[in-house]
RNA sequence: GUACCCAUAGCUCAAUUGGUAGAGCUCCAGAUUGUGGUUCUGGCGGUUUGAGGGUUCGAGCCCCUCUGGGUACCCCA
């Protein structure tokens, strides 16, 4: 990404907001395509929903005192004057649009995943982007922690299938509503006597939402929040058990996790089971690479039942940054392996239905028609690293012939022009 | 929203104490009139240094404002 300044040019993308080039492409098509394929593996069907969602969907779904609603939405009013936002997340969106249409009438679970932009308003700085893509996927209607394990299996899996290594799950149960109030007590409890110790953020949180102050960067509330009683040793039995469960399966999944018992996350909606994935050598400030939780409470404060659920979000950004900083190499399936140089009026016209031919063979060819020398044709398919280049020039159009060029060796030879295809497709098989 | 740093050609960077912008890469063309990756030569490229204002005889360089970027917060993906 440039760090260059475009403001000579009159008109510059939007703050926090940047354009994907064709370079970067092949990585946002690798991660998409890995993303949908194992989402199928998992049992996901997909699930898209409008990017502008009313206001109050995310002020009750995601929650009114979070810094998401109250300070980063892009808030919109229509002509008919609708409170409009951009979505800062999906998961409310997901659910409105599951209960809008019924969705509750499927078998349960119902597993959807969504891809897209979210949009946040706030200060951008490297993998924080005030639009940023996100693959979010759902299990609704169940709450066994086999589920909440899966998701995070699911994580894995795909980072495998990306080649990123060295990741570590952080894990949490903040409880339910049977056993947060408290523990919210207890913690309210002990920081009110800590509270001049406390930064002046903490201590109007204080109020509002005392499990924030568990994870406060602010050094002295730090070794405030080392002593704070845990959550996990306020857990019913319920919620503990579920814990366990949840554990157990990550276990047996071998997947690397450690309890984080400061990890609470920042949406109102979850219960129990709370994570992250970070990269195994960073502390995780700004680069968890998904989150999520299970959501037990939120869709009936958004429609009517008392459905649990659990899901998670995975940062493409951030994943895509990892990709590059650890010089992964991605492949594009799309890297055409031929590439049909015409010469002369006559190859030219030729080698116009020749190439859709090619093409239509399923060959993955590319070509340069308005560029007329050999010697700047060759160049180009040696700059997109061709296997093989085939010359179709006057002599050859006139004798019903075509030149295959090896890139690599440099050597030719001279084909029939009706047996090209084969030939061509025997070669790269080699 | 807060703090610190940054902004020169498409990209990476130069420019002695403020003295009137330069190189490499890329791109295009030629050397090589039907043969690429190396080499050599030339050309395009900055309405003069992100934008606007100020100080000065003179500003890329000093000051102010704005815009954008980076980093740390806040918070999160």
């Given at each position: 990404m440039s760090n260059k300044s475009k403001s000579k040019n009159k008109f510059q993308a939007p703050k926090g907001m940047r354009d994907i080039l064709p370079k970067d492409q092949p990585y946002w098509e690798k991660v998409r395509q890995v993303i949908h394929l194992s989402a199928k593996v998992f049992g996901f069907e997909r699930i898209d929903t409008p990017i502008l969602e009313e206001k109050e969907l995310f002020i009750k779904g995601t929650g009114a005192y979070t810094d998401i609603v109250e300070k980063e939405m892009y808030n919109l009013t229509t002509k008919g004057r609708d409170k409009l936002v951009l979505r800062p997340e999906f998961t409310p969106a997901i659910i409105r649009a599951y209960l809008e249409n019924g969705?509750?009438?499927?078998?349960?679970?119902v597993k959807l995943y969504s891809i897209g932009p979210i949009f946040r308003y706030g200060r951008p700085q490297k993998g924080r982007y005030r639009q940023s893509y996100q693959a979010n996927f759902e299990v609704i209607g169940e709450q066994d922690p086999i589920l909440d394990a899966q998701l995070i299996q699911l994580f894995f899996s795909i980072c495998k299938k990306l080649g990123l290594k060295k990741l570590i799950t952080q894990i949490n149960s903040i409880g339910c509503s049977e056993c947060r109030p408290s523990y919210r007590k207890k913690l309210t409890t002990y920081y009110r006597s800590n509270?001049?110790?406390?930064?002046s953020d903490c201590q109007r949180r204080l109020k509002q939402n005392p499990l924030r102050l568990l994870d406060c960067k602010e050094p002295k509330c730090i070794s405030i929040a080392e002593e704070a009683p845990q959550t996990i040793d306020s857990l019913c039995d319920n919620c503990s058990n579920h814990f366990k469960g949840v554990l157990e399966y990550l276990d047996e999944l071998e997947i690397p996790y450690i309890l984080n018992s400061r990890l609470v996350r920042g949406l109102d909606y979850y219960t129990k089971t709370v994570f992250e994935v970070w990269p195994e050598d960073e502390d995780g400030r700004q680069i968890s690479l998904c989150g999520g939780g299970r959501y037990d409470k939120l869709i009936k404060l958004l429609g009517k039942k008392d459905i649990p659920a659990v899901g998670f979000a995975i940062g493409l950004d951030r994943i895509i940054n990892l990709i590059k900083e650890r010089e992964i190499k991605i492949v594009s399936k799309s890297a055409p392996s031929v590439f049909l140089v015409q010469l002369g009026d006559l190859g030219k016209k030729k080698s116009l239905k020749l190439f859709e031919e090619l093409q239509q063979s399923g060959l993955k060819i590319a070509s340069s028609f308005?560029?007329?020398t050999i010697k700047t044709q060759l160049k180009l398919a040696d700059k997109m690293n061709v296997r093989f280049a085939l010359i179709l020039g006057q002599k050859e159009a006139i004798d019903k012939s075509i030149i295959v060029r090896d890139m690599i060796s440099g050597s030719q030879e001279v084909i029939p022009l009706s047996k090209i295809v084969r030939e061509i497709k025997k070669r790269i098989k080699k």
């Amino acid at each position: 990404m440039s760090n260059k300044s475009k403001s000579k040019n009159k008109f510059q993308a939007p703050k926090g907001m940047r354009d994907i080039l064709p370079k970067d492409q092949p990585y946002w098509e690798k991660v998409r395509q890995v993303i949908h394929l194992s989402a199928k593996v998992f049992g996901f069907e997909r699930i898209d929903t409008p990017i502008l969602e009313e206001k109050e969907l995310f002020i009750k779904g995601t929650g009114a005192y979070t810094d998401i609603v109250e300070k980063e939405m892009y808030n919109l009013t229509t002509k008919g004057r609708d409170k409009l936002v951009l979505r800062p997340e999906f998961t409310p969106a997901i659910i409105r649009a599951y209960l809008e249409n019924g969705l509750s009438s499927l078998p349960h679970p119902v597993k959807l995943y969504s891809i897209g932009p979210i949009f946040r308003y706030g200060r951008p700085q490297k993998g924080r982007y005030r639009q940023s893509y996100q693959a979010n996927f759902e299990v609704i209607g169940e709450q066994d922690p086999i589920l909440d394990a899966q998701l995070i299996q699911l994580f894995f899996s795909i980072c495998k299938k990306l080649g990123l290594k060295k990741l570590i799950t952080q894990i949490n149960s903040i409880g339910c509503s049977e056993c947060r109030p408290s523990y919210r007590k207890k913690l309210t409890t002990y920081y009110r006597s800590n509270k001049k110790g406390l930064c002046s953020d903490c201590q109007r949180r204080l109020k509002q939402n005392p499990l924030r102050l568990l994870d406060c960067k602010e050094p002295k509330c730090i070794s405030i929040a080392e002593e704070a009683p845990q959550t996990i040793d306020s857990l019913c039995d319920n919620c503990s058990n579920h814990f366990k469960g949840v554990l157990e399966y990550l276990d047996e999944l071998e997947i690397p996790y450690i309890l984080n018992s400061r990890l609470v996350r920042g949406l109102d909606y979850y219960t129990k089971t709370v994570f992250e994935v970070w990269p195994e050598d960073e502390d995780g400030r700004q680069i968890s690479l998904c989150g999520g939780g299970r959501y037990d409470k939120l869709i009936k404060l958004l429609g009517k039942k008392d459905i649990p659920a659990v899901g998670f979000a995975i940062g493409l950004d951030r994943i895509i940054n990892l990709i590059k900083e650890r010089e992964i190499k991605i492949v594009s399936k799309s890297a055409p392996s031929v590439f049909l140089v015409q010469l002369g009026d006559l190859g030219k016209k030729k080698s116009l239905k020749l190439f859709e031919e090619l093409q239509q063979s399923g060959l993955k060819i590319a070509s340069s028609f308005s560029k007329n020398t050999i010697k700047t044709q060759l160049k180009l398919a040696d700059k997109m690293n061709v296997r093989f280049a085939l010359i179709l020039g006057q002599k050859e159009a006139i004798d019903k012939s075509i030149i295959v060029r090896d890139m690599i060796s440099g050597s030719q030879e001279v084909i029939p022009l009706s047996k090209i295809v084969r030939e061509i497709k025997k070669r790269i098989k080699k």
